[in-house]
């Protein structure tokens, strides 16, 4: 037989093949780094966009938050203007109330009766004065309980005041504001049922 040394081929074709391995590795190396830049840059381009609507989105809140707080403060000086009118508009409905009252006061005193003061809290009236007698006191009384702007007066203390008589008292009462009825409540229901 023959002797063929076939191990200098057998090298150049390992060779060969190790030259086409790095190759190849080489080129899978190459692949991979650009797929993982081209990633990295699409993910980070995500990002970015993702931030520049995050931004945006903040702004718009941030400009909604001033509208609303504009808003807020418009409703509270609407409000403060509505309770200013209710305050007004009562004042104004009560004007009338006010001199009816004063002129009541004076209907009702009969003669020999003084009044030293009038104080109202609210609805109550409170009369500091001097009688005659008790029987003047009494006929006050009647007169503001008869009265249709007042009720329910109640006599707190009688003392004697023998500076303007033998008979003569101070007294001090009250009694209650209160609106006279309209002619169709003071006839009741229509029909004359009860």
Not at 52 to 58: A, G, L, S, T
Not at 98 to 106: A, M, Q, T, Y
Not at 142 to 170: C, E, I, M, T, Y
């Amino acid at each position: 037989m023959a002797n063929i040394n076939l191990r200098p081929w057998r090298e150049e074709l390992r060779e060969e093949k190790k030259n086409q391995f790095l190759a190849v590795l080489f080129g899978v190396v190459i692949l991979a780094a650009g797929v993982v830049f081209l990633g990295d840059r699409m993910i980070n381009g995500s990002i970015d966009d993702q931030n520049r609507r995050n931004n945006f989105i903040k702004g718009e809140i941030a400009k909604l938050d001033k509208q609303i707080a504009e808003i807020k403060d418009l409703r509270s000086r609407r409000e403060q203007l509505l309770a200013r009118m209710r305050v007004i508009q009562a004042l104004q409905g009560n004007r009338p109330i006010i001199v009816r009252l004063f002129d009541e006061v004076v209907r009702t005193l009969p003669g020999g009766v003084y009044y030293k003061s009038l104080r109202r809290n609210g609805d109550v009236l409170s009369i500091v004065g001097t009688a005659e007698s008790n029987t003047k006191v009494s006929s006050l009384m009647r007169k503001l309980d008869a009265s249709d702007w007042f009720d329910k007066p109640s006599l707190s203390g009688v003392k004697a005041n023998p500076q303007f008589g033998d008979q003569a008292n101070d007294f001090t009462l009250t009694v209650k504001r209160v609106s006279p009825k309209s002619e169709e409540e003071k006839e009741g229901p229509v029909g004359g049922a009860k």
